[in-house]
């Protein structure tokens, strides 16, 4: 055993590069692996754990309940994936990221315990957190599913409240091709006799059908729990609670009341375990920060950062850039995985976008930038005509560089729309950085 541990990585970096070579297959969905190390780990949670899957709003919702939990007062637990630009946002205690040095013992700890049981990069390091979690005293524990539901290792965890926020296509390829059978896998995180909120406002039958199957608590939006509101401030309708007098998310964006409704259904199925006051909903509901969801930065040309790379995440941010104040012409900066429904991605903006600044990504399994351009041609998007200005397709070999060139061309009142792949808005988010020291 002690030879093994002194061979182990010494930094947090290769850790991870030696993660990403470890198992054969990048994405291997079932939970055998995963249960079997974390039975050898023995974690487990005394605390309430709330696990929350959905095509998208996943990383609102989580956002949403770790800061309202985290102004009433309790040690919380956020686990989400992937990151922007740091592998450390992943795990939050508290809200700080984990440190590099509580990561490396918790991979240590998982490497001894694996015994020759492979385990992919995800895997593995849901592991670690998990295991992290488990030892750092927590009151709550939420936990964002990475893909799917069922065969995500998330769910080697019983959630005492399971959310699934949306269904919607995306990960055909691993979740069947369409919304009853993509409602089947992320149902799969409910459990019997435990709470299952659904904040889908129509709901595969699939999803409410294995709820009831199981014996679970299903909460669904509009029959449970619901929303008003007007231009001011919002109400939230429960089952036996009423939250009145809200004050909007500080996340922007059209679905993002569905969301916070979600996160306080699942807080008033844990009165009782986790009480929460009104002041905390209020002051963590408006305190709430999620970077590259519909983020509108400072400054002029306005700058949207939106990690939407379906075509689900993409209406939405369409919906959003509508709601807009005016701005003269729209640059595009987009990036996506070639696995991604790029066609039914560019089908929701193209009416929304003037000049697209496409982009290879570091990654095999980005689609190139090349291939955007084709899509978009074939989509019937123009490129330059010869007098210039009014729309354009550009070609570049990084987020950075397109980022750059729209900058350059966007006048002072127009509107730069960051999107696509996490790498997409992570490379702007370093690029931003670099420029600001």
């Known amino acids: 055993m002690q030879d093994s541990k002194q061979d182990s990585p010494a930094t947090l970096s290769d850790w991870l590069a030696k993660l990403e070579t470890m198992h054969p297959k990048a994405i291997d969905m079932g939970l055998d692996r995963v249960a079997q190390v974390r039975q050898r780990l023995g974690i487990g949670f005394d605390c309430p754990v709330i696990t929350i899957g959905g ?71 849901t592991l670690a957190i998990l295991r992290l979690f488990a030892a750092s005293g927590l009151d709550a524990v939420i936990l964002e599913v990475g893909l799917g539901g069922r065969l995500d290792a998330v769910n080697v965890i019983d959630a005492d409240v399971a959310i699934v926020t949306s269904v919607d296509i995306d990960h055909t390829d691993y979740l069947g091709d369409t919304r009853e059978k993509i409602g089947f896998e992320k149902a799969g995180i409910f459990r019997s006799g435990r709470t299952a909120i659904c904040s889908d406002p129509v709901p595969p039958q699939s999803l409410v059908g294995h709820a009831q199957s199981i014996g679970a608590d299903l909460w669904l939006i509009g029959r449970d729990f619901n929303y008003a509101g007007d231009k001011q401030q919002w109400n939230y309708g429960g089952r036996s609670q009423r939250r009145s007098a809200l004050g909007y998310p500080s996340l922007r964006g059209a679905n993002q009341l569905l969301n916070a409704s979600a996160a306080l259904a699942a807080l008033e199925s844990l009165r009782h375990r986790l009480p929460v006051g009104a002041q905390e909903i209020r002051t963590g509901l408006v305190m709430v920060d999620l970077p590259g969801r519909f983020q509108v930065l400072a400054g002029r040309p306005t700058v949207i950062l939106d990690v939407a790379h379906n075509p689900h995440a993409a209406a939405t941010l369409a919906q959003n850039l509508d709601n807009m104040a005016f701005h003269p012409y729209t640059y595009a900066v987009f990036g996506a995985m070639q696995d991604k429904d790029i066609d039914g991605v560019i089908a929701q903006l193209k009416d929304r976008i003037d000049h697209w600044c496409v982009t290879d990504l570091p990654l095999a399994r980005a689609a190139s930038a090349a291939k955007l351009q084709e899509k978009l041609l074939n989509a019937g998007v123009t490129p330059q005509n010869q007098t210039g200005a009014e729309s354009s397709i550009e070609v570049f070999a990084s987020p950075a560089a397109a980022y750059e060139n729209a900058l350059s061309r966007a006048g002072e009142n127009d509107r730069i729309a960051v999107f696509g792949s996490f790498l997409t808005v992570a490379g702007v988010m370093e690029f931003r950085k670099s420029q600001s020291h």
């Not at 919380?76 to 040095?101: C, K, M, Q, W």
């Open 55 to 125: 095509t998208n709003g996943k990383g609102s919702t989580c956002a949403m309940l770790e800061s309202i939990l985290l102004q009433a007062g309790y040690r919380v637990g956020l686990y989400t994936s992937p990151h922007l630009l740091d592998f450390n946002e992943r795990a939050r205690i508290n809200g700080e990221p984990a440190t590099d040095a509580a990561l490396i013992e918790q991979f240590d700890a998982v490497e001894q315990s694996r015994e020759g049981v492979s385990l992919t990069y995800f895997e593995f390091t």
